[in-house]
């Protein structure tokens, strides 16, 4: 049973302009939301997190909206580069263990 | 200097072997995981452990033992493997959560024929 879901398998962006990556989840008890960014043959990396208890946080071109209420999360880039393209992973900590969606394959085009 | 590293990165075998991926991490973190990645793109935790001792351990088969010899290593060993075991399989590391991000090694593509 799936907690962490990315509807959009993917999102394609023209450079400069913004790159909006969603997420909705179904428990409650997730604590921590964090975006992952993926290239392919490479292990995910971190990009960016949210605790439960705000609402949006922001490092760079990226910025995190977190919806309690919706149960939803998003991922805006702004402005989006080519270098941005890869796979982004959403994914909800309760305690020790995150529980990932299937991920959005963003492209970035010049 | 790699933070969380695995070897090997791609492992192809038979039906029926015995097989271990290996897993160090030079960040001085308290937890390690695995994760595996199926061929749907789902990425799940398989184990945790902390301090070497298992602390998350998901509803995976018995033919898949953690083994953690010491806080900087994580290996996998995998018996009896079947077809369906052929996936990704990630390792990370982490200092103790809730508040720490996850850093993941470069994955290990096994394929079992």
């Given amino acids: ?110 | 200097d790699t933070a969380v590293s695995q070897t090997p990165k791609y492992l192809v075998t038979q039906m029926g072997n015995d097989k271990s991926i290996k897993c160090e991490q030079n960040l001085g973190h308290d937890t390690m995981y695995w994760y595996k990645q199926d061929s749907k793109k789902f990425l799940k935790i398989m184990f945790s452990y902390n301090n070497k001792e298992l602390i998350i351990n998901e509803t995976v088969p018995n033919r898949f033992s953690p083994k953690s010899p010491d806080k900087a290593h994580l290996n996998l060993h995998i018996n009896s493997l079947e077809l369906g075991d052929s996936a990704v399989y990630f390792c990370a590391s982490s200092q103790v959560p809730p508040r720490e991000t996850q850093y993941f090694g470069p994955g290990t593509r096994l394929l079992v024929l």
């Fill in chain 1, 1 to 110: 049973d799936q907690q962490v879901k990315q509807n959009s398998p993917s999102l394609s962006v023209q450079e400069g302009r913004i790159s909006i990556l969603n997420c909705d989840y179904t428990n409650s008890m997730f604590d921590y939301f964090l975006w992952y960014k993926k290239y392919p043959a490479e292990g995910p990396t971190f990009l960016i997190s949210i605790s439960s208890i705000k609402d949006k946080n922001e490092d760079g071109r990226f910025t995190v909206f977190l919806n309690k209420s919706a149960k939803h999360l998003s991922l805006h880039i702004v402005p989006s580069q080519p270098g941005d393209s890869a796979v982004y992973f959403c994914a909800a900590r309760i305690g020790y263990a995150l529980n990932f969606g299937k991920g959005t394959s963003l492209l970035v085009t010049p």
